[in-house]
């Protein structure tokens, strides 16, 4: 496991967020195939050891990344298909995710109002969340 996936999921343990098992490869597939949209390596890499926050926990900034189920369900159930969520702060307040026409992590509170936050996931994680 990279270093920095080790260290995001001990400090989240530590936090007390329960996570997910983890997803498989084929999983991830099956989610690229379904959105259209392949994922960073980065974002591979994290879910292949947790594949989320489990029941929606949340950590102690108040985000909460999603398993890959809940990232179709809300693709499905989004009028956006630009935007590919993965994480939400406070209950929905922003979404977190990517822009299929620009590279790197964006968030988001309203359609088409994306604003990127960082390069990758793991260039993110250890100021944003």
Excluded at 73 to 80: L, S, V, W
Aim: proline share 4%; with cysteine; glycine share 6%.
């Amino acid at each position: 496991m990279e270093n920095w996936i080790q260290n995001v999921i001990e400090k989240w343990s530590a936090e007390g967020v329960k996570l997910n098992p983890p997803a498989t490869i084929i999983e991830i597939e099956n989610v690229e195939s379904i959105l259209n949209f392949k994922f960073p390596e980065d974002f591979k890499g994290f879910y292949l050891q947790a594949d989320g926050f489990h029941e929606l926990d949340w950590q102690q900034h108040m985000f909460t990344f999603w398993p890959l189920e809940m990232i179709v369900d809300e693709f499905n159930g989004n009028t956006n298909n630009s935007f590919i969520r993965f994480c939400d702060f406070l209950l929905a307040s922003h979404y977190i995710g990517y822009n299929r026409n620009r590279p790197g992590i964006f968030k988001s509170y309203h359609v088409g109002d994306d604003e990127k936050m960082a390069d990758t996931l793991r260039s993110s994680e250890s100021d944003k969340f």
